[in-house]
């Protein structure tokens, strides 16, 4: 079948699809199937003239799922698919009939002695069934023949199922022989303390639980939890009691202290949770009844009715739905597994794609909103495309808005031909999770979340939004950097919905924190799902040692203690086969002995790996790297409380489950006291109060934290008295009528909330959704239900604004161009260096002397060779001067992705995300002394010239490596008035001004010093000092500046002097990864102080950076990227030779 034809039957095209006013005739369509006497009640209720109760609604809306399931049959050519899917209903239906009848009624309830064995009964049964025991349908025709039975004249056949039955549950060979039939499945009793099945152990010496189920084998990233099928989700569905019919679905509305007394609020569980149901209020009891029937079309349509985004919740994602359902003594309904079933049946579906992306924006048991509304010309740009902010795009595109998406991180495009074209079939859409493109779109759904949830479902989404021609998404761009609120304002925009989600991850004050082999678990599994480290394919690099040990309670720890391990063993083997390639004796050439050390660790556990690769294959088995992962130490989670009061496993305990079949380790009455180290610095082991009292020490080469993090509140700290913070912890809340509304943190989601911050412009005014806002944080579903709920305060609020005259055209090219990053042109003449001008114009209007950005090329489309991507992962690029709407950057020609940057081209779409870093302060009438190196140099082409511009006596220091190393002379002297050139060793540059100097000197302490002396320079006059350059460098100034160094004295008492820290860095979004944290200390006792995120603030008062730390960050990849930069080498050259062939 294809569609276009099918489609054409009913006067439709594929593009009518896309525009309102094809939809109008859709639903028109769907008017005429509908009985005249429905068709009359679905006006009147679309008018608001019914008067149904809660209950009549809910039926009326499930009638017209029936009808609307037969619609999209005829439209779309699918009678066979879906009458096969009810047939399919039908069979599980007879399954569940005979299991209440004959085993939950009968067989549970037999109390009589029972004569012969189960395996005697079931013998006995088959030659009355007629069938044969290895009959995959035997299940399926014991439940109709038992159904077939009459209660009078076969009263001992239907005796003798009984006994069968209660033998199948006591009976040793009858358990194994039902063990996976959905008519023996039976809910378990609750018992809050003990959900997770846990056994005792120790892991290196210390007491620790562990699963007491049979663990999984896990290879790779690939999705590792294939949800339940068809047949298992019968059972649920059987289970369910559809209590909508009678105001108790309390799965979605919220579990009452008391029925019909809402005042009374929501019961708590065990775990003092409130219990208010899903915060989207889904109709899920009426989705159950309708996929009963196998009408799965209707079913997804009711459930889209409150949750359009179903696709980003379900399996692993939530179960508040769970929580609240009506049975709290025993396993409730899996509801979750139910509704992703229930997308995933009709995504299986021929254009199951189209069907989902048609009842998106068209859904006929909605009684208002059921169309996209006509344009409105309000246009609304949402900052962030995580769940939160792509809900927002949906609503209001929905709303006739123009939205435009934002987002920090990298989007990749999606292909014209699926943009364009109708999709037949899902797996033309699924990628495998192990080597997708790595999209970027969904937030922290896409980097956060590990692959136990399918991520095909955020490109389902993506694709969904991306098609509507009210919404534009642009990936790279940092809200207050690329552009901010008075921006968008100017540029014509009604209203900012900040969607930036959580940040700021909590950092550990203890012994060597952030040490060398220590880092927040934010920024592992953001270097591992978003940078590409864990791919083949990938040049990005990411070290990580065992054993490992993660810090925290929460869900992120459990992810982030999964991925460790199947993290390890990629990279031990990826490790392995580029040494291999490129020649042991080659890589160990320079490197350190620690890297050594490190690398005869690697490549032994890369063999082992291989081995057990073999073995398994020989078998025919999977692999098992369990015994391995122990074997070289595995992996513990540490919580400072006990496994049953961790927030893990009193939200979702069964991610703790999950981890624990991976052979997860969980540490209890844990408190990290310090970090120890090795002779080379780095982790070796953690110490630990266990239960408060004694202390312990557990071995660790790896420690990761994931202690928590807060309301995303960077842009109010950025600009300050831009946005108020409550608390110091989140943006103060406004309503509608902007009167200020204080947080209660006892709110609840389904209470009234504050959807405004204090921004205004006029009257337009800037949302809080998502992690950002205090009622939604923590979870995807409620960030999901904050975008949900807040859009219509936020459509309210652009109603009273005055007509916007801008043409949605004109804003969304102004946007395209602006925020489009292209290749303008590449000078690579000089082997060193690559001079790049890139076209950004709102880059390049907000950027400012001394900020810097986040480069990328796209995955998609990049070439492959060797089986390696050549794709620039992240760079960190200094700007050194802008025009009206181009960066120039100097990129030095050292490392792996900056090896790239020479193969770009002149209209090369590129990512440039940014700017961010703190601009140089631009004091006025100050003599000011930059000491910098070739980086340094780079830099000081701009803010030398705004120093000066600024009215100040500029003095460069510029310590070179040679002659050669100068770039730029003519514009470096237009930025200084006095130029001290030195090299460190060879023929000196020449001093072109009378006022500059040259000499050979690499000790940079040393000549400052001879300087001052030779009156040349006299410090004394110095107000400020600005070092940018190794840290070898920088540790020198700190020491000879200080008390008692051989520069303090000739410098003034109020120096001002600052350091520009070169920590590394991946998503520069001022607070979010943690991968740039820096610690600082009191100079005067070498106490730590704070650690500060040097994205945000990379010119630090020299004092108090503490140096050792930067040290240790700088290196945490030392070796991985030491063997990148060969691997890479050996690509090129292969793709050099196959070309000069």
């Not at 209470?751 to 979870?779: C, L, Q």
């Not at 794709?871 to 992705?897: E, H, K, N």
């Not at 920088?1034 to 008492?1053: I, P, V, W």
Request: charged residues 25%; contains cysteine.
């Amino acid at each position: 079948m294809v569609l276009e034809e099918q489609l054409q039957k009913y006067g439709l095209s594929f593009q009518d699809l896309q525009s309102r006013e094809g939809l109008v005739e859709v639903d028109t369509l769907y008017q005429q199937i509908l009985p005249e006497e429905v068709l009359q009640t679905f006006l009147q209720w679309r008018r608001g003239e019914t008067s149904f109760t809660a209950i009549e609604e809910s039926e009326f809306q499930i009638k017209l799922g029936e009808y609307l399931n037969t619609f999209i049959a005829k439209l779309f050519g699918l009678e066979n698919e879906t009458d096969a899917l009810i047939e399919r209903a039908s069979r599980y239906n007879r399954l569940m009939q005979f299991k209440e009848q004959f085993i939950q009624r009968g067989a549970k309830r037999y109390r009589q002695a029972i004569e012969g064995t189960f395996a005697e009964h079931h013998a006995a049964l088959l030659e009355k069934v007629g069938a044969e025991d290895s009959d995959p349908e035997l299940e399926a025709k014991i439940a109709n023949y038992a159904l077939s039975l009459d209660a009078e004249e076969n009263a001992a056949d239907i005796e003798a199922i009984h006994q069968w039955g209660s033998l199948a549950e006591k009976d040793e060979a009858g358990i194994a022989r039902v063990e996976n039939w959905i008519t023996f499945k039976f809910p378990a009793r609750l018992d809050f303390d003990n959900l997770v099945a846990t056994e005792e152990t120790t892991f290196q010496g210390i007491p620790v639980k562990v699963g007491a189920n049979p663990l999984r084998q896990r290879d790779g990233f690939d999705l590792t939890d294939a949800r339940m099928d068809r047949y298992e989700i019968a059972s649920e569905i059987e289970y369910c009691k559809y209590c909508h019919d009678h105001d108790g679905d309390f799965c979605s509305i919220g579990f009452p202290v008391k029925k019909g007394e809402p005042e009374k609020g929501y019961r708590k569980n065990p775990f003092d949770e409130t219990l208010t149901g899903c915060p989207l209020d889904e109709m899920i009891s009426e989705m159950q009844r309708l996929e009963k029937e196998g009408l799965s079309i209707g079913a997804l349509a009711i459930t889209m009715v409150e949750n359009p985004m179903a696709p980003a919740t379900g399996h692993r994602i939530c179960n508040d739905c769970m929580k609240s359902c009506i049975y709290q003594r025993a396993e409730p309904v899996n509801i979750p597994q139910i509704e992703t079933g229930v997308l995933t049946t009709v995504l299986d579906l021929p254009y199951g794609v189209e069907l989902y992306h048609l009842l998106a924006r068209w859904n006929p048991l909605k009684p208002t909103g059921y169309l996209p509304a006509e344009e409105n010309n309000r246009k609304v740009l949402v900052a962030g495309m995580g769940p939160a902010g792509f809900t927002m795009t949906h609503y209001l595109s929905q709303e006739g808005c123009h939205v435009v998406g934002i987002d920090g991180l990298k989007i990749e495009p999606l292909p014209a031909s699926i943009l364009n074209q109708p999709i037949k079939s899902w797996d033309d859409l699924e990628e495998n999770l192990d080597d997708r493109i790595l999209a970027g779109f969904g937030g922290v759904a896409e980097y956060g979340i590990t692959v136990r949830w399918d991520k095909n479902f955020l490109k389902l989404i993506y694709l969904t939004l991306a098609r509507r021609q009210n919404v534009d998404i642009y990936g790279g761009v940092r809200l207050g950097g690329t552009l901010t609120l008075d921006d968008a304002f100017d540029l014509g925009f009604d209203h900012v919905s900040l969607a930036v989600g959580a940040g700021l991850p909590r950092v550990l004050k203890i012994d060597n924190s952030l040490a060398k082999g220590m880092k927040q678990a934010s920024d592992f599994l953001m270097a591992m799902q978003l940078t590409g480290a864990a791919k083949d394919t990938s040049i990005a690099n990411l070290q990580v040692r065992l054993p490992a040990v993660v810090i925290g309670g929460g869900l992120t720890a459990i992810d982030t203690a999964t991925e460790v391990q199947a993290y390890y063993i990629k990279q031990v083997e990826k490790t392995l086969h580029r040494v291999e390639i490129l020649g042991e004796e080659k890589i160990r050439e320079n490197l350190s002995p620690e890297d050594n050390e490190t690398l005869t660790e690697f490549l032994a556990h890369g063999l082992e790996v291989r081995e057990e690769r073999a073995k398994a294959a020989a078998a025919g088995i999977e692999p098992n790297f369990n015994p391995l992962i122990k074997k070289w130490g595995g992996v513990m989670i540490a919580y400072r409380r006990t496994m049953q009061e961790s927030p893990a496993y009193t939200l979702n305990h069964e991610e703790v489950t999950k981890a624990f079949e991976e052979g997860i380790h969980f540490g209890e009455e844990l408190n990290p006291l310090g970090v120890e180290l090795d002779q080379y610095g780095h982790v070796k082991s953690i110490r630990f109060t266990k239960s408060s009292e004694e202390e312990v020490v557990v071995p660790a080469r790896a420690v990761l934290v994931a202690a928590g993090t807060s309301p995303n509140t960077i842009y109010g700290t950025e600009y300050p008295g831009s946005i108020e913070i409550e608390d110091k912890h989140h943006f103060q809340g406004y309503d509608l009528e902007g009167n200020l509304v204080p947080f209660n943190w006892g709110t609840n989601n389904k209470e009234a909330f504050a959807p405004f911050t204090s921004f205004r412009r006029g009257e337009k005014r800037v949302s809080y959704i998502g992690d950002t806002h205090p009622v939604f944080n923590g979870n995807v579903v409620k960030a999901i239900a904050s975008a949900k709920k807040s859009s219509r305060f936020v459509m309210e609020a652009l109603d009273r604004l005055p007509e916007n005259t801008l043409s949605n055209k004109d804003l969304a090219l102004t946007m395209q161009d602006g925020l489009t990053a292209t290749i303008q042109s590449i000078d690579a003449s000089n082997p060193t260096v690559c001079e790049v001008w890139i076209k950004a114009p709102m880059a390049a209007k907000n950027f400012k002397p001394g900020q810097f950005f986040r480069m990328q090329t796209f995955e998609t489309g990049s070439e492959i060779v060797e089986g390696t991507r050549l794709q620039i992962p992240l760079l960190t690029v200094s700007g050194t001067g802008s025009t009206d709407d181009a960066i120039r950057l100097l990129v030095f020609q050292w490392g792996t992705g900056q090896r790239l940057i020479p193969s770009l081209k002149p209209g090369d779409k590129v990512v440039l995300a940014g700017p961010t870093g703190a601009p140089t302060d631009l004091p006025s009438g100050k003599t000011i002394l930059v000491v910098a190196g070739r980086w340094g140099a780079a830099v000081m082409l701009d803010i030398g010239f705004a120093l000066r511009s600024a009215g100040n006596r500029v003095i460069y220091l510029a310590a070179m490596g040679s002659k050669g190393d100068v770039d730029h002379m003519d514009e470096l002297e237009e930025g200084a008035d006095q130029i001290i050139w030195a090299v460190g060793k060879g023929d000196p540059i020449e001093a072109r001004r009378p006022q500059d100097h040259s000499v050979v000197e690499w000790d940079v302490i040393k000549l400052i010093r001879e300087l001052d002396d030779q009156g040349i320079v006299d410090m004394s006059q110095v107000d400020r000092l600005m070092a940018m350059g190794s840290t070898g460098m920088l540790k020198g100034f700190q020491k000879e500046l200080s008390a008692g160094g051989s520069l303090h004295d000739r410098f003034k008492e109020d120096l001002h002097i600052t350091g520009t820290i070169g920590s590394p860095m991946q998503c520069m979004m001022k607070g979010v990864c943690g991968q740039c944290l820096q610690w600082q200390i009191d100079p005067a006792t070498g106490e730590r102080t704070q650690a500060v995120f040097t994205c945000s603030q990379q010119d630090q008062p020299l004092k108090n950076v503490d140096l050792d730390n930067l040290t240790a960050r700088t290196s945490q990849n030392r070796l991985p990227d030491i063997i990148s930069s060969h691997w890479l080498s050996h690509v090129l050259e292969a793709k050099n030779s196959a070309e000069s062939e």
